[in-house]
């Protein structure tokens, strides 16, 4: 069965400095990963995936992320976090060998805050 | 409609009484999920509905939580007897293709007194 583990369920960085959250997955097969964003009060919203074509995915609002197959990460980064960037932030896996059932597996949550 | 569509976004129980919650799916989109999202918790998968395919339930806490979605559209999430533990949020989820992603509704917060 696939999990995923994001380190640090609360990250603060200042604004213009740079995002990095983290996550790690486990997967018997090769694995579809995702990132969504929830803002305060609403559902979930999907940032990026990786879908197996390029490992650098870019995604919405100036996100990105890098799939590592040999350190089973995919963590989320920006370049220059912004006030609006305050959410909680989710990793999720696709289990592609349960074909017919690609429910996906969440992680955590980190609670991203953005210091003035 | 544009998105999924939950109700009632809030709803406050008795203890013991029975709730429905209620998810209108993009239309097209043949999966339709339940997660839950506990204060500080991570989102709990309950279940899954692909086209016609028996549904998967493996998620459901207990016999006391149910879901039907009638005429491979709108879903309803039957809580029975309901206990203070299943105060959370409940989130519904559509998707064309799941392994692209899902378009979550804004959910439901439940409130057990």
């Known amino acids: 069965a696939q999990s995923v583990t994001q380190l640090g369920s609360h990250v603060s960085v200042s604004e213009g400095a740079l995002v990095l959250l983290r996550c790690n997955y486990s997967s018997s097969v090769p694995p579809y990963l995702f990132w969504y964003v929830q803002y305060p009060n609403q559902g979930l919203q999907l940032l990026l995936k990786y879908t197996s074509a390029a490992t650098l995915v870019k995604g919405i609002n100036g996100f990105e992320a890098e799939f590592k197959k040999s350190e089973t990460s995919f963590h989320l980064t920006k370049p220059s976090a912004h006030m609006s960037d305050a959410a909680e932030y989710f990793c999720?896996?696709?289990?592609?060998?349960?074909?017919?059932?690609?429910?996906?597996?969440f992680g955590t949550g980190t609670r991203l805050t953005i210091i003035p | 409609g544009a998105g999924v569509s939950q109700s009632p976004s809030n709803k406050v129980t008795e203890k013991g009484k029975d709730v429905e919650l209620r998810c209108d799916p993009i239309s097209g989109h043949t999966a339709l999920y339940w997660y839950r999202q506990s204060l500080g918790q991570g989102l709990e998968f309950l279940i899954y509905f692909q086209g016609n395919s028996a549904p998967d339930k493996s998620g459901l806490p207990s016999d006391r939580f149910s879901a039907e979605r009638t005429g491979g559209s709108v879903s309803t999430l039957t809580i029975q007897r309901t206990q203070q533990e299943d105060s959370a949020v409940y989130l519904c989820a559509s998707s064309f293709d799941s392994n692209y992603g899902y378009t979550f509704g804004s959910g439901t917060r439940l409130t057990v007194v």
């Open positions: 999720a896996v696709s289990d592609l060998s349960n074909f017919g059932n690609e429910k996906l597996t």
